[in-house]
């Protein structure tokens, strides 16, 4: 019997966490709802989940400090802000702090498995191998390793690194990086992109990154 993957659900509105949960649920994954941003903290340093759907603004400690603790503590689990917060400046601050995803309330509990799903897909397909020098992904642990060690990276970030070095020297726009990682599900600005890079340079030990003014990005041969 397949495994069921672990969702944790950090919201403080009763009505909204018993109805998401109940879809997340009927589609099969496990949940645990928490009302709390400490109680969540203390939770993580028990329990291991594969993806966590924070709320910002919950009593305790906020969904940016639960956030920061999975970035530092967990970074191999895949992160979804769930807020009412629309302004850029909130979203840039979720995704500066490596946040995968971001969706704003009201959301259709429809569109956010869909979000959660394309965050948790591919996991099942083995094609990991060498890019360039010293650069390994390998798919089905979503994970990047340089020289033996891994490479802190989100999902989100992950499959972009993925999508960039599938054809080195190619420069892929804004919209088709967002493709790659949301599919066809994704409704907001494509400058979720650059945030996304800004913080994928950060982690990789080589500057293999370009920015195409006007156009997007590409991945250079060299490593």
Do not use: W
Not at 159 to 164: G, I, T
Not at 189 to 210: E, F, S, T, Y
Request: charged residues 30%; hydrophobic residues 40%; glycine residues 8%.
């Amino acid at each position: 019997m397949k495994e069921k993957k672990r969702i944790l659900f950090l919201e403080d509105e009763p009505t909204i966490r018993e109805v998401l949960t109940e879809y997340m649920e009927l589609s099969g994954y496990e949940v645990t709802g928490m009302d709390r941003g400490d109680a969540t903290i203390h939770l993580l340093g028990r329990e291991t989940f594969d993806l966590a759907v924070l709320d910002i603004c919950v009593p305790g400690a906020d969904g940016f400090a639960v956030l920061a603790y999975i970035r530092e503590h967990c970074p191999g689990m895949a992160t979804v802000m769930l807020t009412a917060l629309e302004d850029e400046q909130t979203q840039l601050a979720a995704f500066n702090l490596y946040a995968d995803d971001y969706c704003i309330k009201p959301v259709s509990p429809l569109i956010l498995l869909k979000r959660i799903e394309a965050i948790l897909r591919r996991t099942a397909q083995d094609t990991g191998g060498h890019v360039g020098n010293g650069l390994v992904l390998k798919k089905e642990e979503y994970c990047a390793y340089y020289d033996g060690e891994r490479l802190p990276l989100t999902v989100s970030e992950f499959l972009l690194l993925q999508k960039l070095c599938s054809e080195p020297g190619r420069v892929f726009t804004r919209e088709q990086l967002i493709l790659s990682i949301f599919n066809e599900d994704y409704i907001g600005n494509d400058r979720i992109i650059d945030a996304h890079v800004k913080n994928l340079r950060k982690k990789l030990p080589v500057p293999c990154i370009k920015t195409v003014i006007g156009v997007g990005y590409k991945c250079e041969k060299k490593f």
